[in-house]
């Protein structure tokens, strides 16, 4: 699905690229009707020089309240320090090669 707002209406994911803050979006409040049975919680991820890199997303059918809110936050800033770290790092190619290795690993049947 694509969720740029000109094409699925109100979001939590395009209003966070928008707004650059954490976003809540309950049920009704989303313009698409596949949407309104979810609340939807997105906060932007940044590198150091403020580019946007990322959004971190959380939808559920279930009700989420802002304490969620603020878990997206911090989950974003975390993620945001954690990417630094790697991109600093002189060995990144072999550090994000390892990952990535390691998410085709997982993704094997016999590894599950």
């Not at 990417?83 to 990952?99: A, H, L, T």
Request: glycine share 6%.
């Amino acid at each position: 699905m694509i969720l740029k707002e000109e094409i699925a209406g109100t979001n939590a994911v395009s209003l966070a690229i928008r707004e650059k803050k954490t976003i809540i979006v309950i049920k009704e409040q989303h313009y698409i009707e596949e949407l309104k049975k979810l609340s939807c919680l997105a906060s932007p991820i940044f590198n150091r020089d403020g580019n946007l890199i990322g959004v971190v997303d959380i939808s559920s059918e279930n009700d989420i309240g802002h304490d969620f809110a603020a878990l997206i936050f911090l989950l974003a800033r975390d993620i945001e320090r954690n990417y630094q770290i790697i991109w600093d790092r002189e060995d990144k190619k072999q550090i994000w090669w390892n990952g990535y290795k390691d998410t085709q690993a997982y993704g094997r049947r016999e590894n599950r």
